[in-house]
């Protein structure tokens, strides 16, 4: 179950990590995108120090680092749209 819940959430953050690159995303939809990636990062964070199995763990950290790379994303997108105009 936690695979699973894993799974989709990295599914859920590389589908929103491509639209960010292909589409020009201001800041529509960014408490969205904020709570998934929130989510993402807590969810993971606890199986990682839970001790799970080895391939819910290696699961975990990459979880962990695309919520990482999502997050960078939303803040360049909010420095964007806030900042430089």
Not at 27 to 32: E, G, K, P, R
Not at 67 to 74: E, F, K, Q, R, Y
Request: proline share 0%.
């Amino acid at each position: 179950m936690r695979q699973l819940f894993l799974s989709l959430f990295i599914i859920l953050n590389i589908i929103l990590i491509i639209i960010s690159l292909n589409f020009d995303v201001t800041i529509n939809y960014l408490s969205y995108r904020i709570i998934v990636v929130a989510f993402t990062f807590l969810l993971s964070i606890v199986f990682i120090l839970e001790n799970a199995r080895k391939s819910v763990l290696f699961i975990a950290i990459l979880s962990t680092i695309i919520a990482l790379i999502h997050l960078s994303l939303i803040i360049q997108s909010v420095y964007v749209n806030v900042y430089a105009n």
